[in-house]
């Protein structure tokens, strides 16, 4: 199985700010990560897949990259709509867990 | 519209049964495999197991694997998520989600809105 460390667990930073959340992969898991966003009381959005690949309609200010067993999701400029917890999750194998244990993101 | 609808919220006591359902509509529910997700109060996503309708291949987290049945009824276009037994360790959100690609295990692109079990006596 593989598993994912997500660090920081909580962020705080303020708008305009630039941010970077990182996901590392106990083995390797060439591009298949996604990143989450979710709000409470929400479910989970699908910003990135792929490592890099933007959903439709999420901001530019969102890019992912990486490779292997290490990932970051960077936020270029803050904004107070980005608060919200974060994962990544990758889909090499659906047979263990499969998301890392998420990044609390406060805006100051 | 594509769309994920789960059923609404149950509380129950310790050891009922529960069965909890996913109801898709937008798409060919059949070719995209459907996966649920549990998340504990305050805590994060956990990946419970995920099925392809079309044949009913099943995978499951070994976490999960003993404690829940997923199963489909395609001629309505829905999920399930089962319990023999509920534990008040079972209290969580519940979502259902599809990956975005046909017939593949791809991130979760649709979600449902969730179904938030508690387990109480």
């Known amino acids: 199985d593989v598993h994912l460390t997500q660090s920081p667990s909580t962020l705080s930073a303020s708008v305009g700010d630039r941010v970077t959340i990182t996901c590392r992969a106990s083995?390797?898991?060439?591009?298949?990560l996604a990143w989450y966003q979710q709000k409470p009381g929400k479910p989970p959005k699908l910003l990135i897949s792929?490592?890099?690949t933007l959903e439709t309609g999420v901001p530019s200010r969102f890019r992912g990259s990486g490779s292997g067993t290490e990932f970051t999701l960077t936020i270029s400029s803050l904004q107070s709509d980005d608060s919200a917890t974060y994962y990544c999750?990758?889909?090499?194998?659906?047979?263990?867990?499969?998301f890392g244990q998420g990044t609390k993101l406060e805006i100051k | 519209e594509v769309q994920l609808v789960q059923s609404g919220a149950e509380v129950k006591k310790p050891d009922a049964s529960l069965k909890i359902s996913c109801k898709a509509s937008?798409?060919?529910?059949?070719?995209?495999?459907i996966g649920w997700v549990r998340q504990r109060p305050g805590r994060g996503l956990e990946w419970m197991g995920i099925?392809?309708?079309?044949?009913?291949?099943?995978?499951?987290n070994p976490s999960f694997q003993d404690r829940v049945i997923i199963s489909v009824d395609k001629s309505i276009s829905s999920a399930y998520l089962q319990w023999n037994t509920v534990q008040p360790s079972d209290t969580a959100t519940y979502y259902c989600?599809?990956?975005f690609g046909e017939g593949t295990l791809d991130a979760f692109d649709l979600w449902g809105q969730g179904t938030v079990v508690t387990v109480s006596s």
């Open positions: 099925i392809y309708p079309d044949d009913s291949d099943t995978k499951y």
């Open positions: 999750q990758q889909y090499l194998a659906y047979a263990g867990d499969t």
């Open positions: 792929e490592t890099s």
């Open positions: 083995r390797s898991i060439a591009h298949w």
């Open positions: 989600a599809r990956p």
């Open positions: 937008g798409y060919n529910f059949n070719k995209y495999w």
